[in-house]
């Protein structure tokens, strides 16, 4: 079973929202930072959002605050990240990580740190 599984990508037009799901195979892969990163086209993967497991602080990219919320649903070992207002530039295939340790006072973990990520799920975008 792959660790963590993501769904509820999809296409929308400017300004409409999107709800993406990742549900973890275990809930120790939600005892630490639990993220959204994206990847557009020739583009390095970014960090969206992170959710701190222990604390429930969050954390987001400065080109999603206020647009972007991140969740979880620890009964069904699930987290999300709720879009809204969605634009052009957010196109991307965005993928869950898990596995990080040390996403407080705002820091948004890299790439490297985490141990764990989802298969990839499509956003588009359009006008």
């Known amino acids: 079973q792959a660790p963590l599984v993501e769904s509820g990508g999809g296409s929308v037009q400017t300004g409409g929202s999107l709800r993406l799901s990742c549900t973890a195979s275990?809930?120790?892969?939600?005892?630490?930072?639990m993220a959204w990163f994206r990847q557009a086209p020739g583009k390095e993967r970014e960090g969206v959002a992170v959710?701190?497991?222990?604390?429930?602080?969050?954390n987001y990219a400065d080109s999603v605050k206020g647009r972007f919320t991140i969740s979880q649903d620890k009964a069904n070992n699930t987290w999300y990240l709720q879009m809204n207002s969605l634009k052009a530039e957010d196109t991307a295939t965005y993928y869950c990580a898990a596995g990080a340790t040390w996403c407080t006072g705002g820091r948004l973990p890299g790439r490297a740190e985490y141990e764990h990520w989802g298969q990839g799920t499509q956003v588009t975008v359009s006008s």
């Open positions: 959710l701190n497991g222990h604390g429930g602080h969050t």
């Open positions: 275990s809930s120790t892969l939600m005892r630490y930072c």
